[in-house]
């Protein structure tokens, strides 16, 4: 689909396109509530001070998910115009485009700094018990999904 430029789709591409919207509707939020809702608010709650480090990044991470949300909805609005008219205007394929670059330069910074800094940071800090606990939170949340669609928590 790269070199589609928002010109006609075929049927395979538009499938493969609906996948990947699919799963973005329902992976982001899922990522989202399991930091903001389950692993964020215990790190808030521990008394060490080596957290603090931890905390600045966990705000950073916070606002690049409101970031990422509002490119998440361009690229869903874009991307679904395109499927449904079967091409878009010049005008909106650059603005998909930009949208996409955006997110994956965004995505590139905010897993870096998950994976070497807020998740080996919180695997020091909690305790055992609260490790299970948001590993239980992250479940249900996903069995909730699978029950009440994309954006059940």
Do not use: K
Not at 1 to 21: E, F, H, I, K
Not at 33 to 49: G, T
Request: aromatic share 4%.
């Amino acid at each position: 689909m790269r070199d589609v430029g928002g010109g006609a789709l075929t049927a395979p591409d538009a499938a493969r396109l609906q996948s990947a919207l699919t799963y973005f509707a329902e992976a982001a939020p899922r990522h989202t509530a399991d930091e903001e809702h389950s692993l964020f608010p215990r790190l808030r709650q521990c008394a060490d001070p080596a957290v603090n480090r931890t905390l600045e990044r966990v705000a950073r991470l916070e606002m690049e998910h409101r970031q990422a949300g509002l490119h998440h909805a361009a690229i869903d609005r874009l991307a679904r115009q395109w499927i449904a008219a079967g091409g878009l205007e010049p005008e909106d394929s650059m603005a998909l485009h930009g949208h996409l670059m955006v997110l994956r330069g965004l995505y590139q910074l905010h897993i870096a700094i998950e994976d070497q800094e807020v998740f080996p940071a919180a695997a020091l800090l909690l305790s055992t018990q609260a490790i299970e606990e948001i590993g239980r939170e992250m479940m249900e949340r996903r069995s909730a999904t699978s029950t009440a669609g994309p954006r059940g928590r």
